[in-house]
């Protein structure tokens, strides 16, 4: 039960849990967050991610891939200053908030693989990360449409 109350406290307060897949970010990624948490199947999924720069930032497309079961759902551009102001002056706090709907073919408790690669237009590298969730049926209803 300890263990439980502590994994949430520090959920709760770094966010969830992302690896880094490149180095010498522009933007160093301080946290991501989901809402819900764990996702839920056939529901938008709220991700919150949150860094600071270490340079000026005058674009940011990210290409986002995820998979399910190691085989490629969604794989599509995205441009990040639709999500936060651009252009991002060095030092500067960023958060941008993406939001996915969870299909519902995607079986409950299946691993589901993240991953965010950003860019400037010139492809100087901003910042790459990587996660994992597992989503789940919604609890509390009897009847699922």
């Known amino acids: 039960m300890r263990y ?5 406290f520090f959920t709760c307060i770094f966010g ?5 897949c490149s180095t010498n970010n522009l ?13 839920i ?16 930032i005058n674009s940011m497309i990210g290409e ?3 998979k399910v079961l190691g085989i490629p759902l969604l ?22 908030n993406i939001t996915q709907n969870i299909p519902s073919l995607i ?3 299946t691993n589901i693989d993240v991953k965010l690669d950003v860019k400037t237009d010139d492809k100087i590298e901003v910042c790459c990360l990587e996660l994992n969730f ?5 609890k509390n209803k009897i009847f699922q449409k």
Do not use: M, Q, W
């Open 4 to 8: 439980f109350l502590l994994s949430l």
């Open 16 to 20: 969830h849990e992302f690896t880094k």
């Open 27 to 39: 933007l160093d990624v301080e946290s991501i967050n989901l809402n819900p948490d764990p996702p």
């Open 41 to 56: 199947i056939n529901a938008e999924l709220n991700i919150l991610v949150s860094g600071r720069t270490n340079k000026p």
């Open 64 to 66: 986002i891939t995820v």
């Open 75 to 96: 794989n599509e551009n995205i441009d990040l200053c639709t999500y936060t102001s651009c252009p991002l002056i060095e030092n500067k706090e960023v958060n941008f």
């Open 107 to 109: 079986p409950s408790g």
């Open 134 to 138: 597992k989503a789940e049926k919604e």
